[in-house]
C-alpha cells in the first residue's frame, strides 16, 4: 500500500506560478513511477505528466509542455509539479498516482491521492 497527500493548490492569476508536492508513504517510495493527472468539471482525468522510479526520464502532455515540471526527491519520498505560466485552462482537480510502471492512461496506476484543486483567473 502507498498512501500519497497532495498539497500546494489554490488560486493564482493567469501567467503566475504554482508547486504542488505530493508526500508519499508506505511501501517504498523510490520503486514507483509517479504521475500527476488532472480533472476538469465535467471532463475526463487526464494525463498531465510522469517521472520514472529514478527520475531520469519525464513525460509531459503536450498542452503542458514547455510549462509544467515534473520532479521527486526519492529520499523525502516526495514528488514535485511546478507549474508556470498558467493558463485558465489549467483550472482542474490535480491528482498524483502511482504505479511500479506508470503509464499515460489513469487505469495504469493503482494508488491515488485526494487531489489538490488549482484556480487560474482570467
Known amino acids: 500500500q502507498v498512501q500519497l497527500v497532495e498539497s500546494g493548490g489554490g488560486l493564482v492569476q493567469a501567467g503566475g506560478s504554482l508547486r504542488l508536492s505530493c508526500a508519499a508513504s508506505?511501501?517504498?517510495?523510490?520503486?514507483?513511477?509517479m504521475g500527476w493527472f488532472r480533472q476538469a468539471p465535467g471532463k475526463l482525468r487526464e494525463f498531465v505528466a510522469s517521472?520514472?522510479?529514478?527520475?531520469?526520464?519525464?513525460y509531459y502532455a503536450e498542452s503542458v509542455k514547455g510549462r509544467f515540471t515534473i520532479s521527486r526527491d526519492n529520499a523525502k519520498n516526495t514528488v514535485y509539479l511546478q507549474m508556470n505560466s498558467l493558463k485558465p485552462e489549467d483550472t482542474a482537480v490535480y491528482y498524483c498516482?502511482?504505479?511500479?510502471?506508470?503509464?499515460?492512461?489513469?487505469?495504469?496506476?493503482?494508488?491515488w491521492g485526494q487531489g489538490t484543486q488549482v484556480t487560474v483567473s482570467s
Open positions: 508506505g511501501r517504498t517510495f523510490s520503486s514507483y513511477a
Open positions: 498516482a502511482a504505479d511500479e510502471g506508470g503509464g499515460y492512461y489513469p487505469s495504469e496506476y493503482d494508488y
Open positions: 517521472i520514472s522510479w529514478s527520475g531520469g526520464s519525464t
